[in-house]
């Protein structure tokens, strides 16, 4: 490839490391340095040490390591979309058992839970189903992960959180545009602590407190506000990075 692109001497460079790998191809490399104009001199071969044959065994170990990771990854992908989620639950299960900071094993996992509670017949199934992918979502949140996996776990957990307070929020603003003050803010306290990281939330909250006259509960309920997206703007751009 570098031979056809003009590049010659890392044409050269790449037929040299290839005679250093295997040395029955040292006719192909002859023709190949004669067509490159190379001195005799360099079709000599230097044998790889101990320690660079070490390091080259070690790197296709790795290599092989990741292509089985990949391909476990794609058998619970699929096993997801054939809403086969007891499976990719204890398959996951055992990957995660061998490799526990894996994130995207975890996220899988999490994913597979809620997808099973869609289908789930019974509310209290539903919510146990929930209840997993939420635990599970937590957890890869936590670890430290350079796949973006740890940040969806989180994105996917904020939305589930959200998803469940829904009702209370609709209850909070509908009451706070009654006037109605007090009912507003028990309802904005209900709706945090089923989604405790929505910043708008607590910003709410603030605002009913505000206008009860508890400056210093509003001033709270602003702090945490602004905390809670602090915390958020580097992730976020930490995602948008990963998709540019």
């Known amino acids: 490839l570098r031979e056809r692109q003009s590049d010659p001497e890392r044409a050269k460079k790449c037929y040299d490391n290839a005679g250093r790998l295997n040395p029955h191809i040292d006719p192909g490399r002859a023709q190949a340095f004669s067509r490159l104009g190379a001195p005799k001199e360099a079709l000599a071969v230097k044998p790889k040490t101990q320690e660079e044959l070490a390091k080259v065994m070690e790197e296709k170990k790795k290599a092989m390591a990741e292509v089985e990771k990949q391909k476990g990854y794609s058998e619970l992908d699929n096993l997801v979309e054939s809403g086969k989620f007891d499976e990719v639950i204890a398959k996951g299960t055992e990957q995660y058992k061998e490799n526990p900071k894996d994130a995207t094993i975890v996220l899988k996992i999490g994913v597979a839970h809620e997808r099973k509670s869609a289908s789930a017949a019974e509310p209290a199934e539903k919510e146990r189903e929930i209840n997993e992918a939420k635990a599970w979502y937590r957890l890869g949140a936590g670890l430290q992960d350079k796949t973006g996996a740890s940040t969806q776990c989180e994105q996917f957990l904020a939305q589930l959180d959200s998803s469940r307070a829904q009702p209370k929020i609709k209850e909070a603003d509908e009451l706070m545009a009654k006037g109605e003050l007090v009912a507003a803010a028990g309802a904005y ?56």
């Open 189 to 244: 306290r209900d709706a945090l602590i089923l989604a405790p990281r929505r910043a708008d939330l607590h910003r709410k909250l603030g605002e009913v407190l505000d206008k009860m006259g508890d400056k210093e509960g509003a001033r709270k309920e602003r702090d945490e506000a602004d905390r809670l997206e602090r915390l958020a703007t580097p992730k976020k751009e930490a995602a948008e990075g990963k998709s540019l």
